[in-house]
């Protein structure tokens, strides 16, 4: 297989139409035979290079490009629209209006002399224009995710604290419900057992207090704990008086 050409050395300021429609074609490799094959000729007959089809037929299609205005063309790369030129041996398209052109009329066509790799693989309705176009709004897009995770984290971390929050609260308040039926029931049996014991005797008659009766004992205790939550007369009045009930009807 013939080693492939360097593209700088296809690329050039300006091109004759036979060496634009060599390269178009992929055949560099070939360029000093064809161009010894045409000598003086602009148009390869359909004979001269059986195997390469495309050759004459790209040839063609820039003529009549630059015959019906599409393409611009000139003599030794300055730009003309003198028609007299298209006979001329020193008819010249530049790079870049073939380029151009090219790009409208050819969008699935090409060639790596005009074209880099980039551009190559892009679909036929992109171009350089739309991709950096798509490119910005893919890199705002991005700094729109990045800001948008960092509120999400954000509020994910206040959502936790409020979270942590909200469970204390809930085990505090599981520390300080009211207690249930039973135990109800139980710490009035325990008050009203306490009670009798601190007003009664033993066997041999010895009180088991000093305590004489349920006021001495109410008055001790807002004596010595006055401030705490429900040590006051009438609570504790109403609190004995329940316990008694409880622990004789039990």
């Not at 000729?41 to 390469?52: H, N």
């Not at 205005?69 to 790369?77: K, S, V």
């Not at 009180?207 to 004992?217: A, D, R």
Request: charged residues 25%; glycine residues 4%.
């Amino acid at each position: 297989m013939p080693k492939t050409t360097d593209i700088s050395d296809m690329q050039r300021v300006f091109y004759r139409p036979i060496e634009a429609a060599i390269r178009w074609s992929g055949l560099v490799r070939y360029e000093s035979r064809i161009l010894a094959t045409l000598g003086p000729r602009k148009l390869p007959e359909p004979d001269d290079f059986p195997r390469w089809p495309a050759l004459r037929l790209n040839t063609e299609r820039l003529f009549d490009a630059m015959a019906n205005g599409d393409l611009p063309y000139g003599r030794c790369g300055i730009t003309s629209d003198d028609p007299l030129l298209l006979d001329d041996p020193a008819l010249t398209i530049r790079h870049v209006d073939l380029k151009a052109w090219m790009a409208r009329f050819y969008p699935d066509q090409k060639p790596e002399f005009l074209f880099d790799a980039l551009e190559r693989h892009l679909h036929p309705s992109l171009n350089l224009d739309v991709v950096h176009i798509l490119l910005a709004e893919h890199e705002s897009l991005n700094l729109q995710l990045a800001e948008r995770t960092r509120a999400w984290e954000s509020l994910h971390a206040q959502h936790q604290v409020l979270n942590a929050e909200h469970k204390a609260a809930l085990a505090l308040k599981q520390q300080h419900r009211e207690p249930g039926p039973r135990s109800h029931t139980t710490y009035l049996n325990i008050i009203a057992g306490l009670l009798t014991l601190m007003l009664s005797q033993s066997p041999s008659g010895r009180p088991y207090s000093s305590f004489s009766s349920q006021e001495s004992i109410i008055n001790a205790l807002i004596a010595h704990f006055g401030n705490a939550l429900g040590i006051s007369q009438s609570t504790l009045e109403n609190k004995f008086a329940e316990a008694k009930r409880r622990f004789h009807s039990g």
